[in-house]
């Protein structure tokens, strides 16, 4: 649900209204989803055949819609090039998506490697429906996960550079 405020003259109050059903998560009740977490993720053929592997293929067949979400951790001064490679990356897979008759959208996301939680993930956040303090508290986890993911090769990078840069 999305709150916003009813148009006012200037000097009046508004008054917050609750709009039912925003984002694409709302227009189909049949959504599928696979994540590719140290697996090989194989795209739904019925969508396209291709070796293409998105981090998060959410789909419906009843709408024929499909969402892409491409996650990358790059340091944050190369956030904005991260988006237009995995942007660019994926233009031939959303074209034979959309040449099988499927409405498709690709989400490419970043959250740096040292917690920054780029753009791209609050607007692919409210695109898909999720607003609000469901988002903050999102974006707020992935920053956290981030930050703290002492497992992941990100961090790895980030203490060894951190290191360097104290000697």
Not at 2 to 17: I, M, P, S, V
Not at 26 to 38: E, G, I, P, S
Not at 92 to 112: H, I, K, S, T, Y
Request: proline fraction near 3%; charged fraction near 30%.
């Amino acid at each position: 649900m999305l709150e916003c405020f009813e148009r006012r003259e200037e000097g009046e109050k508004g008054q917050k209204k609750k709009v039912e059903g925003s984002g694409l998560l709302v227009t189909a009740t049949d959504w599928q989803m696979l994540v590719d977490l140290k697996q090989k993720l194989q795209f739904p053929p019925q969508i396209a055949v291709t070796n293409q592997r998105p981090d998060i293929v959410i789909w419906s067949a009843s709408t024929k819609q499909a969402i892409l979400l491409e996650l990358t951790v790059p340091w944050e001064e190369r956030i904005e090039d991260a988006y237009e490679r995995k942007r660019l990356k994926y233009q031939d897979l959303l074209a034979e998506c959309r040449d099988n008759g499927w409405r498709v959208w690709l989400f490419p996301v970043e959250v740096g490697s040292r917690g920054f939680v780029g753009q791209s993930m609050w607007r692919a956040l409210r695109a898909l429906g999720i607003v609000g303090g469901e988002r903050s508290k999102l974006i707020g986890n992935l920053c956290k996960r981030a930050e703290t993911g002492a497992g992941t090769a990100s961090m790895w990078l980030w203490r060894k550079r951190s290191e360097q840069w104290k000697q």
